[in-house]
């Protein structure tokens, strides 16, 4: 954990110090977690597991027949009357 005050006087060096070891790191302020920080590699690999999920929940709703072939404005017409 980094506190703010921490990150206010070392700047990225805090940042790197403890990136280097973990893929992430949490930024406190008065004792709260209130941030997280992490390397942008790190980001882009959960960024496209959050894709590939939800891709996957995609093809077993079609696998399924969840899905219509309505159009936009019917489908928002049935929402409101369910």
Do not use: W
């Not at 990150?7 to 930024?27: M, R, S, W």
């Not at 891709?55 to 049935?78: C, M, N, P, W």
Request: with cysteine; aromatic share 8%; proline share 1%.
């Amino acid at each position: 954990m980094i506190t703010a005050n921490e990150l206010k006087t070392k700047g990225i060096a805090c940042l790197e110090e403890n990136l280097a070891n973990q893929p992430e790191a949490v930024i406190t302020v008065r004792g709260k977690e209130c941030y997280v920080v992490m390397k942008i590699e790190h980001y882009h690999y959960l960024r496209e597991m959050e894709l590939e999920a939800a891709l996957y929940e995609t093809q077993q709703d079609i696998a399924a027949g969840r899905f219509s072939k309505e159009s936009v404005d019917q489908h928002v017409a049935d929402l409101f009357t369910e």
